[in-house]
């Protein structure tokens, strides 16, 4: 009697909002740039929801933690799962480089209000201000193979936030389509969640810009025929869980975008589909894709380069990142090689053609660094003093919770290979001068480092 008392009580509580005897709160906060001037804030509500209870999205911020002057936003609802639904509120017309706090407020579906976060706006393209940019591929949750490798990256991204400018993940991002094998699909949630709980305390205060990787395609890593619902298929989880400015760059999406940042023109895309013989498109055993057919993304990034070539004056640097290396090193079985042959013929010659000057991908589970390389990745020069061509960075060695890779046999332009947990970080520091670096998030050391001029 008592139990079926407290459950009309909370199913009333739910529905009419007057009171909550297991308020929820927001979870999993993240920021992400929208544009010039414009940033988005996105959070996960849990709870089995009914559809006339969906949380009302609503974001207050200001310049001052203090401030009287708060300015309420109401966002947007979207959800691909019972147990979640997920929120995005824009915040427009923003100061550039300027810090603005910000909380979600209380909704009366039982949600809480949150704490205070803090994000810095991006300063306007062409501020010749150093760029400090954390670069982390195929991280994931800890498990057996990984032996913490995970999170010891996870707390090394935390330690370097104060002093990065935006993080960028390079696909592979929760692996929750490893975990998801052989049990109940609710487990491809709970990973997910998992990880993004975890990296709130980055993702909340700092831009977290993504690209997807194959783990970001379907709920199952061996074929998306294990998904009982096409709610996991076709990058659902991550096209609802992350909010990228592709609709602002005219890219699509999540998959395809780009982003000014000072000194930087950033581009993402997405090598696992849309474009000839792309590994996870219809019919692969991921079977996703054909968002735009096998011609619009690669339309878009011609555009898009051709624009950022022709604006070198103002923003130097342009920064390509996919999920697959197009060159590298082949490493040692059980580890599959990495290159993606079908990428290098589809986005190379764009790379090559308009300059650009690194390319940042994962996937394969180590960090590697190449010297200059012409179109057949043979090397132009064994130094970074203002050669042609694009920097090839492969960058997979964030937790891999299918396990490291070592190498078999290296490439002749290879200058560094790391078998180590970590993650690169790239500074901009003026409009000719830059410097990698990959750290080792179990001794946060840098193992790797070298400086790079480049005359645009």
């Known amino acids: 009697m008592l139990f079926t008392l407290f459950i009309v009580v909370q199913c009333i509580s739910l529905v009419h909002g007057s009171f909550c005897i297991l308020p929820r709160s927001p979870e999993q906060m993240r920021a992400a740039m929208r544009g010039p001037n414009a940033v988005t804030i996105s959070w996960r509500t849990g709870g089995n929801f ?27 609802t979207d959800n691909y799962d019972k147990s979640s639904f997920f929120h995005n509120v824009a915040l427009l017309n923003l100061s550039p480089s300027t810090t603005y706090y910000y909380r979600i407020l209380a909704a009366p579906t039982c949600v809480r209000e949150s704490g205070i976060h803090s994000f810095t706006t991006a300063p306007l393209a062409g501020n010749p201000s150093a760029v400090s940019i954390t670069l ?17 990256t996870m707390k090394g991204l935390r330690q370097v936030a104060d002093k990065t400018d935006f993080f960028v993940h390079i696909g592979d991002i929760s692996y929750a389509d490893d975990y998801g094998l052989g049990v109940p699909f609710e487990f491809y949630e709970q990973s997910w969640n998992s990880w993004q709980k975890h990296m709130t305390e980055v993702t909340a205060n ?43 760059s005219g890219g699509y999406k999540n ?64 920064i390509v990142s996919g999920h697959r290396p197009f060159f590298g090193s082949l490493p040692k079985l059980p580890a599959l090689p990495g290159n993606c042959d079908s990428c290098r013929t589809a986005f190379d010659p764009l790379l090559q053609q308009y300059n650009v000057d690194f390319y940042v991908s994962g996937h394969v589970h180590w960090y590697e660094r190449l010297y200059p390389i012409d179109a057949n990745g043979n090397p132009i020069a064994y130094n970074y003093d203002n050669q042609p061509g694009p920097i090839h960075i492969i960058n997979g060695a964030g937790g891999a919770p299918e396990g490291k890779a070592s190498v078999k046999t290296p490439i002749s332009a290879s200058a560094k290979i790391v078998s180590a947990f970590g993650f690169a970080r790239l500074e901009l520091k003026d409009a000719s001068n830059a410097r990698l670096s990959f750290v080792d998030s179990k001794t946060m050391q840098e193992v790797d480092s070298v400086n790079i001029t480049r005359h645009h």
């Open 206 to 248: 700092k831009f977290y810009m993504t690209g997807p990787g194959n783990h970001e395609v379907t709920c199952a890593i061996l074929g998306d025929f294990l998904c009982l619902s096409s709610n996991y298929k076709n990058f659902s989880a991550y096209l609802h869980r992350f909010r990228m400015p592709g609709d602002e």
């Open 136 to 152: 982390v591929g195929d991280l994931g949750n800890d498990n057996l193979l990984n032996l913490g490798g995970s999170s010891r």
């Open 255 to 318: 998959l395809w975008y780009s982003f000014d940042y000072g000194l930087v023109h950033y581009v993402i895309i997405n090598t696992e589909t849309d474009f000839p013989d792309a590994p996870s498109g219809p019919g692969t055993l991921l079977n996703g894709g054909n968002f735009k057919g096998l011609t619009g993304q690669l339309d878009w990034l011609k555009a898009d380069l051709e624009a950022a070539d022709g604006n070198r004056a103002q923003v130097p640097w342009i």
């Open 50 to 76: 009914g559809k006339n209870d969906t949380p009302e999205p609503r974001v207050e911020y200001s310049t001052s933690k203090t401030s009287t002057d708060k300015v309420t936003v109401n966002g947007t």
